[in-house]
């Protein structure tokens, strides 16, 4: 929905580079993605204008921006990392995020690869559309997911969210799908990494406990509802599209791409399928750092290729698999 508040061309697959420009009043922030180049204070210091580049190839879909009076808070242990917040609730952001370098920790040692972009702005705000949302460089939180070191209820569902958000980064803002029948996969390789890093901050049996209601919900709403293919490239049936499917069609999609990629996991093997992750981001890395359009489609995750990818690291071949799993129903 881009196209609703600047001319653009609306589309996962058209990327490009762009620059920014938010003027705004002297006294609020405008946050948005990229790398922020140059803060300019007006003469009459009543306004100020933001200047940011994006210097990896984005679509407009993932570009967005929040303005506001921010508190600022710099991670103490990666600078590159940003965190926003209303006034008054430093504090409990603090506490909040106190966790995030180990995410990135995790996720560079686990992928062989640091993270895509040069900076990562974590933007909380009240009454926002959904409790995460996920752009280039961006995420934009709602402050129900902040709480103090008082309440416990909530760590593990805002360090899963949290987690989820940052793995987008990886597959859904970096590399992204190249059709939305190719949508099942970027989704179930960032809820795949990021239930990783749950089994290491919270345990197996934890990790377990939540592959168990991902398993659970899906096979609950297919006992009485019929769900499109992830993928509907090989059939004529007709695939995940976002104006085809209701919400809670594309939250069971959403936990059924997390439950294939494991399915695969447990095919080819962990370290093979990790090694996978590892070319994929190696092919887009230097697409994205190529001058050449023409190279960035390697930033685009289709299905065809991802498992043409699994046959030459593994040697198997996965073709079977996709037809009862991926490009079929139930």
């Given at each position: 929905?881009?196209?609703?508040?600047?001319?653009?061309?609306?589309?996962?697959?058209?990327?490009?580079?762009?620059?920014?420009?938010?003027?705004?009043?002297?006294?609020?922030?405008?946050?948005?993605?990229?790398?922020?180049?140059?803060?300019?204070?007006?003469?009459?210091?009543?306004?100020?204008?933001?200047?940011?580049?994006?210097?990896?190839?984005?679509?407009?879909?993932?570009?967005?921006?929040?303005?506001?009076?921010?508190?600022?808070?710099?991670?103490?242990?990666?600078?590159?990392?940003?965190?926003?917040?209303?006034?008054?609730?430093?504090?409990?952001?603090?506490?909040?995020?106190?966790?995030?370098?180990?995410?990135?920790?995790?996720?560079?040692?686990?992928?062989?690869?640091?993270?895509?972009?040069?900076?990562?702005?974590?933007?909380?705000?009240?009454?926002?559309?959904?409790?995460?949302?996920?752009?280039?460089?961006?995420?934009?939180?709602?402050?129900?997911?902040?709480?103090?070191?008082?309440?416990?209820?909530?760590?593990?569902?805002?360090?899963?969210?949290?987690?989820?958000?940052?793995?987008?980064?990886?597959?859904?803002?970096?590399?992204?799908?190249?059709?939305?029948?190719?949508?099942?996969?970027?989704?179930?390789?960032?809820?795949?990494?990021?239930?990783?890093?749950?089994?290491?901050?919270?345990?197996?049996?934890?990790?377990?406990?939540?592959?168990?209601?991902?398993?659970?919900?899906?096979?609950?709403?297919e006992m009485n509802n019929i769900l499109p293919p992830l993928c509907g490239h090989s059939?004529?049936?007709?695939?995940?599209?976002?104006?085809?499917?209701?919400?809670?069609?594309?939250?069971?999609?959403?936990?059924?791409?997390?439950?294939?990629?494991?399915?695969?996991?447990?095919?080819?093997?962990?370290?093979?399928?990790?090694?996978?992750?590892?070319?994929?981001?190696?092919?887009?890395?230097?697409?994205?750092?190529?001058?050449?359009?023409?190279?960035?489609?390697?930033?685009?995750?289709?299905?065809?290729?991802?498992?043409?990818?699994?046959?030459?690291?593994?040697?198997?071949?996965?073709?079977?698999?996709?037809?009862?799993?991926?490009?079929?129903?139930?």
């Amino acid at each position: 929905s881009a196209r609703l508040w600047f001319p653009c061309v609306d589309s996962y697959t058209e990327v490009c580079h762009w620059s920014l420009s938010f003027t705004v009043p002297h006294n609020m922030k405008a946050i948005s993605c990229g790398d922020l180049t140059e803060q300019i204070l007006s003469v009459d210091g009543k306004r100020n204008t933001f200047h940011y580049h994006i210097s990896i190839p984005t679509p407009a879909p993932l570009i967005a921006f929040a303005i506001g009076c921010f508190e600022v808070y710099p991670d103490p242990i990666i600078p590159e990392v940003t965190y926003f917040c209303l006034p008054g609730l430093s504090s409990i952001l603090k506490n909040t995020v106190q966790f995030v370098h180990e995410v990135f920790e995790y996720y560079e040692e686990l992928l062989s690869s640091g993270f895509p972009h040069s900076s990562y702005k974590l933007v909380f705000v009240d009454n926002s559309y959904q409790s995460v949302m996920n752009y280039s460089s961006l995420g934009i939180f709602s402050t129900e997911l902040l709480h103090s070191h008082r309440i416990i209820d909530d760590v593990q569902m805002t360090r899963r969210l949290i987690a989820q958000a940052i793995a987008r980064q990886y597959f859904g803002c970096y590399m992204l799908h190249q059709s939305w029948s190719d949508w099942w996969l970027s989704e179930g390789l960032s809820l795949f990494i990021s239930g990783l890093f749950i089994r290491r901050m919270f345990g197996s049996t934890e990790y377990q406990f939540y592959i168990m209601e991902e398993h659970n919900k899906v096979c609950q709403y297919e006992m009485n509802n019929i769900l499109p293919p992830l993928c509907g490239h090989s059939t004529n049936t007709k695939g995940f599209h976002p104006q085809l499917c209701s919400e809670k069609q594309t939250h069971i999609l959403s936990s059924k791409s997390h439950l294939v990629l494991r399915m695969i996991q447990l095919k080819i093997g962990h370290e093979l399928l990790i090694q996978v992750f590892n070319k994929l981001l190696t092919l887009a890395s230097v697409a994205a750092s190529s001058s050449e359009s023409i190279k960035w489609s390697n930033m685009l995750l289709s299905t065809d290729g991802f498992l043409k990818l699994i046959l030459t690291v593994s040697g198997k071949d996965m073709t079977h698999f996709a037809d009862q799993w991926i490009s079929r129903n139930g």
